[in-house]
């Protein structure tokens, strides 16, 4: 009966996604992506980039400023215990290390060192899509945020 | 199905011998595979012998139990004197599946599953229960003060540093 064949290969092929679906550790991402930002903010006037559109509100409900810039923005495939270092400014570095992956988190490590000295650590969990910022201190009406999203 | 709606047209003329053979070919290959079909076109064909035999009168719905009743009842048993379709083969697994799960409420059931579960997985930001955060700050070590900020549906968490000079606010 040649024309079930369509039909026969529609479901055998459906099968074989829903078993990728369902297929032990799946969505345990073996590395993830990290997304970073690194955003400007100041009193000067200005616009948003349309790129902050995810966080744009946050910032708003927390600063009144009135310009967001992104100075830098880049991503990056990290899997467990590698690490990335990214030039915030002329004096401080931020090292960001995936330390754990599972099917729901990526655990981070964000240190910020000033000229070879750690003046910021913290460990982090992450869920998809979920932004973790790291801003301050503000200078002259300015001030420089971090931003960390991860896509698996 | 569509294909069930036609045959069931079709069954009259099947029955009257008035098919075209290339439709007979198609029709009675659908039989093998729908029973709901081949259920509905034994009934109209008993339908026809019993009419013959004068036990029913024309144009009268019947019911299965109608038709058992009729012929358990009072009809003697009797050859049937009509043709007999040939099932080449007894419907398979695949035929069987194929009859149940092309019906329209399984089939719409079965495409929703499908939709939920590609949303599900990959929809970049998943749907959050209530209560449970997008971010967890395990630990922090600063040589400033810092402040932490959430959203209102947890999905960004700022980390604030606050300078330790002599403006500093107590935090
Ligand atoms: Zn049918």
Same mark, same amino acid.
């Given at each position: 009966m040649p024309r079930f064949h369509t039909a026969k290969f529609t479901f055998v092929f459906l099968g074989v996604i829903l078993f990728s679906f369902f297929m !032990? #550790? &799946? #969505? &345990? @991402? @073996?590395s993830v992506q990290l997304e970073w930002r690194i955003i400007l903010a100041s009193h000067r006037k200005g616009t948003v980039d349309p790129r902050l559109r995810d966080i744009y509100r946050d910032l708003g409900a927390v600063f009144n400023y009135n310009s967001y810039k992104i100075l830098d923005m880049n991503r990056v495939q990290l899997s467990k215990n590698q690490s990335v270092s990214i030039p915030l400014d002329r004096n401080r570095v931020c090292v960001i290390k995936v330390t754990n992956t599972t099917p729901k988190w990526v655990n981070v490590q964000i240190q910020i060192n000033r000229k070879g000295r750690s003046v910021f650590g913290t460990a982090a969990r992450l869920r998809n899509g979920r932004s973790l910022l790291i801003g301050g201190p503000s200078t002259r009406n300015k001030a420089l945020i971090f931003s960390l999203r991860s896509f698996w | 199905m569509r294909r069930c709606r036609k045959t069931q047209k079709e069954m009259e003329r099947y029955l009257d011998g008035e098919l075209l053979p290339e439709k007979v070919r198609v029709f009675e290959a659908h039989l093998r595979a729908c029973p709901k079909c081949r259920k509905e076109l034994e009934t109209k064909r008993e339908q026809r012998r019993l009419r013959i035999h004068g036990l029913i009168p024309e144009e009268v719905p019947l019911t299965t139990e109608d038709i058992i009743a009729a012929v358990c009842g009072d009809v003697p048993a009797r050859q049937p004197r009509g043709e007999v379709i040939p099932l080449a083969t007894p419907p398979g697994w695949w035929e069987k599946f194929r009859s149940f799960a092309f019906r329209p409420a399984p089939a719409i059931a079965f495409a929703l599953c499908i939709v939920a579960l590609g949303l599900s997985l990959f929809l970049p930001f998943g749907i959050l229960k209530? +209560?449970? !955060? +997008?971010i967890v700050i395990e630990n922090i070590q600063s040589s400033s003060s810092v402040v932490i900020f959430q959203s209102e549906h947890a999905d960004t968490t700022l980390i604030w540093i606050v300078p330790n000079g002599e403006d500093q606010e107590a935090t």
């Open positions: !032990p #550790g &799946k #969505g &345990k @991402a @073996a | 209530n +209560g449970e !955060p +997008g």
